[in-house]
């Protein structure tokens, strides 16, 4: 703090504190807090809000906890959300290679852009995207069908659905963190190792993937997160029987009526990401920093 | 060798494969526009027209939601860029354990999913009796994009010479004038990048923004509303346009961007031919006051990178 004044002087150090205790206070930390505190208190009609009705408790968690269906669908959003994070690392994976150690360095840079491109649209219109291509009378059923491989159009939308639109949403999170993490790697250990006699599938698993853990830790995380946490393509690529956590907490606050629950279930998916942020820095021994660069 | 012949041209077709998935789902996209048809398809084509731009362009209530978008992304740049600077600063000047800690604090909500912080905005500002809004959408959304500012100002500060602070003030500049004439246009060129992604990220955003809306409809609100109540190919005409701007637009600041990293390592490899040849032959010191005399410090646009994320 003593720096920054002496380095900036006191009216801009003031107002550099300042800004940015606004923001962690009053943007992050406090709205974060609030809720946690909002999911455990009961739902009350405004006139008993602070009466002796309204006492912290931890009922809003045991409604998930005794509905059934409710759990089902948050034990789902983990496996689902888990599933998508791994067919996207097995997906990136080899273009992450590809871009780091194999394609000469201005070609490499003409794959990034076109990489970028496709991610420079929003979620929104990527997802429509497929809801167009995965439609009952679309595309994908009829190119299928003509060709023979199917007898008859499938019903995408659902499970399948939303797994493929994911997968698609969040390859860039998982690509680029692993292509950083792939690029120090010196390619004279991949050649010792070959000329040393290591097969293909033993050079990876020795020497790339060990150097690549950073990176496939951030993508991971990154990929997890948005997952679990994503409304926008469940809610396009879903089905009723393909229902995502995420719209259970909107339906408590917009259409149930509880923000109370609302919050508990909101706070429940933040625990969520906060644990496998956890697990995998445990589990891949990096540090925060190594996670948000 | 043959075997690794083989499996170069096996990595090779995976990659054809892979930019196929990439792009195909948004080529049949932006093909449907063209469709003769109700709902939005490539299979069967029943004709082509143009006539969905002509109802995009009818569309009272997307331009109503382009509106509140642009309205609710330039307020987010105006709050995010100066606390991402203030950030940025606050963060190089202090030592290890606070600056870890600070930075934790600061990035976290990149790691936390959009819709949490959609709700825990909603939340906190109804004890206030905010309702959702323009307000809250700029506030929820500016709580996570200035931790990307923050991000690529701190990326551009680390290759600051700091003797140029110090020169200045010692030759009896003030704090304000240093920061004036010698911080703020070395940043610049990465104010003005993360400005740009910031608007971009407020402009993409759904999972924050469908929480804290209230009854205001942005873009892409309005976007997935259609999709889900009746979906005409004029979504697609949409699709198309913002398509076409963008690819422009990230064209434009990947040139930009690169520009500036040549002028960045020219200077850098200037400075140290000085250096070089300060150690050979004792020319004078450069000082601070000749960078600022020459106003050498480079004020072409983009520095650090900001590859646009979703969520």
Redesign the interface.
């Known amino acids: 703090?003593a720096?920054?004044s002496r380095?900036?002087?006191?009216?801009?150090a003031a107002?550099?504190?300042a800004?940015?205790a606004?923001?962690?206070v009053l943007?992050?930390?406090?709205?974060?807090l609030?809720?946690i505190d909002?999911s455990l208190r009961p739902n009350l009609p405004p006139s008993e809000i602070g009466g002796p009705q309204d006492v912290h408790s931890l009922a809003n968690y045991a409604v998930l906890w005794s509905n059934k269906i409710h759990l089902g669908i948050f034990f789902r959003t983990i496996w689902a959300s888990s599933l998508v994070t791994v067919i996207t690392l097995v997906?990136c994976y080899?273009?992450a290679?590809?871009l780091a150690k194999?394609a000469k360095p201005s070609n490499a840079a003409l794959?990034v852009?076109?990489?970028?491109?496709?991610?420079?649209?929003?979620?929104?219109?990527?997802t429509?995207?497929?809801?167009?291509?995965l439609?009952y009378?679309?595309?994908l059923n009829?190119v299928l069908t003509g060709l023979g491989i199917m007898a008859r159009p499938i019903r995408w939308y659902g499970t399948a659905g939303v797994m493929v639109g994911m997968v698609?949403?969040y390859?860039?999170?998982m690509v680029?963190p692993l292509t950083n993490a792939m690029e120090s790697l010196d390619r004279n250990q991949i050649d010792a190792a070959r000329d040393l006699g290591a097969s293909?599938w033993r050079i990876h698993r020795r020497i790339v993937i060990p150097h690549a853990k950073p990176g496939i830790a951030t993508g991971c995380?990154m990929t997890f997160?948005?997952a679990?946490?994503?409304?926008?393509v469940p809610?396009?690529l879903g089905s009723p029987s393909s229902r995502w956590f995420?719209e259970i907490?909107?339906n408590w606050?917009f259409e149930g009526g509880n923000?109370n629950l609302?919050?508990a279930y909101?706070f429940l998916?933040?625990l969520l990401?906060i644990v496998f942020?956890a697990v995998m820095m445990r589990l891949f021994r990096v540090s925060?920093?190594d996670?948000?660069? | 060798m043959t075997g690794n012949r083989f499996?170069?041209i096996l990595?090779r077709a995976?990659?054809v494969l892979?930019?196929l998935?990439?792009?195909?789902?948004?080529a049949?996209?932006g093909a449907?526009t063209f469709n003769d048809s109700r709902?939005?398809?490539?299979?069967p084509w029943q004709g082509t027209t143009l006539k969905w731009f002509d109802a995009l362009w009818a569309d009272g209530q997307m331009w109503n939601a382009l509106g509140i978008t642009v309205v609710i992304g330039l307020l987010v740049v105006l709050i995010s860029v100066?606390?991402g600077?203030?950030?940025a600063?606050?963060l190089g000047?202090?030592?290890a354990r606070a600056r870890?800690f600070?930075?934790?604090?600061?990035?976290?909500?990149?790691?936390?999913?959009?819709?949490?912080?959609g709700?825990?905005?909603?939340?906190?500002w109804?004890?206030f009796d905010v309702p959702g809004g323009i307000g809250l959408s700029v506030?929820a959304q500016?709580?996570y994009i200035?931790a990307y500012v923050m991000?690529m100002v701190t990326a551009r500060l680390q290759r600051f010479d700091r003797s140029l602070?110090e020169a200045a003030l010692d030759l009896g500049a003030?704090?304000?004038q240093?920061?004036r004439r010698i911080?703020l246009p070395y940043l610049r060129p990465a104010l003005i990048a993360a400005a740009f992604i910031a608007f971009?990220q407020s402009?993409?955003n759904?999972?924050t923004t469908?929480?804290v809306r209230g009854i205001r409809q942005t873009l892409?609100i309005y976007?997935?509303t259609k999709?889900?109540t009746g979906?005409t190919p004029a979504?697609?005409a949409l699709?198309l346009v913002?398509?076409a701007v963008?690819?422009v637009?990230?064209a434009v600041y990947?040139i930009l961007r690169r520009r500036q990293l040549r002028v960045d390592a020219a200077r850098a490899s200037r400075a140290a031919e000085m250096e070089a040849q300060m150690q050979a032959g004792g020319i004078p010191t450069r000082t601070a006051a000749d960078e600022l005399g020459a106003g050498a410090v480079p004020v072409a646009l983009m520095g650090a990178t900001g590859?646009?994320?979703?969520?």
């Open positions: 703090m720096e920054l380095r900036l002087g006191g009216p801009i107002l550099a504190v800004a940015v606004i923001w962690l943007l992050v930390a406090l709205p974060d609030l809720m909002y997906v080899p273009v290679f590809y194999v794959l852009l076109l990489l970028i491109i496709p991610f420079w649209i929003n979620e929104i219109l990527r429509f995207a497929w809801y167009i291509v439609a009378n679309g595309p009829r698609y949403a390859i860039l999170f680029f293909r995380v997160m948005l679990a946490g994503s409304y926008a809610s396009l995420t907490i909107y606050f923000w609302g919050a909101a998916l933040l990401c942020i925060l920093a996670i948000a660069r | 499996s170069a990595l995976y990659l892979f930019f998935y990439l792009f195909v789902p948004l049949i996209m449907a709902f939005p398809t490539v299979m100066p606390i600077l203030a950030a600063l606050l000047s202090l030592h870890s600070l930075y934790a604090l600061m990035i976290s909500p990149l790691l936390t999913p959009g819709v949490i912080i709700i825990s905005t909603l939340v906190f109804r004890r506030l500016s709580s200035a991000l602070e003030s704090h304000i240093t920061f911080t971009l402009f993409e759904y999972n469908l929480f892409t976007i997935a999709v889900r979906v979504v697609n699709g913002l398509i963008t690819v637009g990230a990947e590859a646009p994320e979703g969520r």
